[in-house]
């Protein structure tokens, strides 16, 4: 069970932290990642970091978002600045049992937060 907080809204330039707290089979899991989707658009890709805390970062944030884990209090954090209205979209935390940075890598997904940006 993953569960988002943090959306809202913003304008251009400000910044948002998203969180996932993530609760039952924490042991297995292998990757924890954010994805987003666009109006219209696919779900992409964000940030991921795996078991041996190595992060990726899609092209379009890096730079702007940092991932990060609080593995104690198991939660999963996003941090974005410097936000754009492309970046507007819902955020999804999902958590890999296999390992993998794909969408199709990840089996269990939270419900999304809402992240506006506006001009």
């Known amino acids: 069970h993953l569960a988002e907080s943090g959306g809202g809204s913003v304008q251009t330039g400000g910044s948002l932290t998203l969180s996932c707290e993530v609760r039952g089979y924490v042991s297995g899991i292998h990757c924890l990642g954010w994805f987003r989707q666009g109006l219209g658009k696919g779900r992409e890709a964000v940030a991921a970091i795996d078991s041996d805390e190595s992060t990726m970062y899609a092209d379009s944030v890096k730079g702007r978002f940092t991932i990060s884990q609080d593995i104690p209090n198991n939660t999963l954090y996003l941090e974005m600045s410097d936000l754009k209205p492309e970046d507007s979209a819902i955020y999804y935390c999902?958590?890999?049992?296999?390992?993998?940075?794909?969408?199709?890598?990840?089996?269990?997904w939270g419900q999304g937060a809402q992240v506006t940006v506006s001009s």
């Open positions: 999902a958590a890999g049992l296999r390992g993998g940075w794909d969408v199709d890598d990840f089996d269990m």
